[in-house]
């Protein structure tokens, strides 16, 4: 697996993950292009051995602290250690520009990730009441969780 910094060039491609991965609450490529000219926000990917992009994180960074807007592993290559490799590149990337403090809002009910997180030192700072508010979330309370970098 190799993790490189991500342009808009791939832009299909983190399409493609998004819709696989988050459905209804999937971005739109209009979204996704913003984010991607923002010069505050910063995509990494992941590449399987034919040099595919198979998944994604982004933070957006705001001086010496980030959050973590997106971390997502397409189905078919989960539970590799994928998305961990991926987190600790993106520490280590991060780490190198002076970024402290990672921050991030995660479902209740998104066990994987919340496990995900906790293995990589985020602990939870708050709950916070109904901040997912689409019909399709069966839990709409959102933890926040922060890491020193
Ligand atoms: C959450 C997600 C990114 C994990 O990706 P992954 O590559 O499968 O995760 P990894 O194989 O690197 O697992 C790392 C750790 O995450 C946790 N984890 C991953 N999958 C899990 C599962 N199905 N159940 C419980 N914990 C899980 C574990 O702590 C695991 O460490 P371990 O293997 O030592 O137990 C992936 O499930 C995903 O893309 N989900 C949909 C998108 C999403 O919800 N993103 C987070 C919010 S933006």
């Known amino acids: 697996m190799n993790f490189a910094l991500l342009d808009g060039s791939l832009i299909d491609c983190i ?52 959050d973590l807007i997106k971390i997502a592993v397409m189905l078919d290559f989960r539970s590799k250690g994928i998305a961990d490799a991926l987190l ?9 520009s002076g970024v402290k403090k990672m921050f991030l809002e995660v479902n209740v009910g998104n066990t994987s990730a919340i496990n995900l997180y906790t293995k990589n030192g985020f602990t939870v700072l708050l709950t916070r009441p109904n901040y997912y508010s689409g019909v399709q979330y069966t839990c709409r309370d959102a933890l926040t969780m922060m890491a020193e970098i």
Do not use: H, P
């Open 88 to 96: 600790k590149f993106v520490f280590s990337e991060i780490k190198k």
């Open 15 to 66: 399409l493609a993950i998004e819709k696989e991965c988050f459905g209804a609450e999937a971005w739109t490529q209009r979204m996704l292009e913003e984010s991607l000219s923002s010069v505050n926000t910063f995509f990494w990917g992941a590449f399987d051995d034919k040099n595919n992009l198979v998944a994604y994180a982004a933070i957006i960074r705001a001086e010496e602290m980030c």
